[in-house]
C-alpha cells in the first residue's frame, strides 16, 4: 500500500471513529457513563476487522520483553485521557524509549519535549522517565482537544506543531510528519515491528 494510501485510509478510519456516537449507558450500570469513550486502537480494529485486534500494553519491560514503561505509560494514559497504546506508539516513534535520547533541535526525552514546550508543561527533568511520559501525554491530551479528538491531527500537530495542522488542516505534506503518523498509529496497533 502506497503512502498517500495509507495516510487516506487512516483519515477514512479516524473520520469514522471521530464521529460514531458513545454507547448509551444502561441502567444497570450507572457508572459507565463516567467512564471514557472506547480506546482509540479498541475502535480502530473494530472497524478494520478482526485481523487487526491489538493487545493492551504488557508489564513494565525487562530484557523478557514487554513495553518499556508500560506501568508508566499506562498511569499517563490515565490520568490525561489518552490511548496508551497510541502514548506507547509515540514514545517509541520519537526516542524507542531512550530515556536520554536528544534531537539536533534540542528535543529530550522519552517523548523528545522542546525545552519550551517541558517548561510549560511542568516537566523540570525531560531526561527523567516518568517526567517525560507524563508530559509527553499532557501535551497529547492538548493537542487532542485543539484537533477535536482527531488523532491523526494530534499526532501530526506533536511531530510538525499545531500551526502547520491548522494551515493545511490536517497532516501536512510533509513526509516526515506522514511518516510519524502513520508509524505511531502501527505502533499503536501493534502492526509495525
Known sequence: ????????????????????????????????????????????????????????????????????YAAEISAAATRNGVDPNVLSGLIRAESNFDPNATSPAGAQGLTQLMPGTAAG??????????????????????QLDHFGGDV????????????????FGGVPPYEETQNYVRRVLGYAQGAVA
Open 1 to 68: 500500500m502506497s503512502l498517500d494510501a495509507t495516510v487516506a485510509r487512516v483519515g477514512e478510519l479516524n473520520a469514522l471513529l471521530t464521529f460514531s456516537p458513545p454507547a448509551p449507558a444502561t441502567p444497570a450500570a450507572p457508572a459507565a457513563a463516567a467512564a471514557p469513550s472506547t480506546p482509540f486502537n479498541a475502535q480502530l480494529a473494530s472497524a478494520m476487522g478482526p485481523s487487526s485486534a491489538t493487545t493492551p500494553l504488557t508489564t513494565t519491560a525487562t530484557a523478557g520483553g514487554g513495553t518499556p
Open 152 to 167: 491523526t491531527k494530534a499526532l501530526a500537530a506533536y511531530n510538525a506543531g499545531p500551526g502547520a495542522v491548522e494551515r
Open 121 to 142: 508543561l511542568g516537566v523540570t527533568n525531560p531526561l527523567d522517565p516518568a517526567q517525560s511520559i507524563d508530559g509527553g501525554a499532557r501535551y497529547l491530551r492538548q
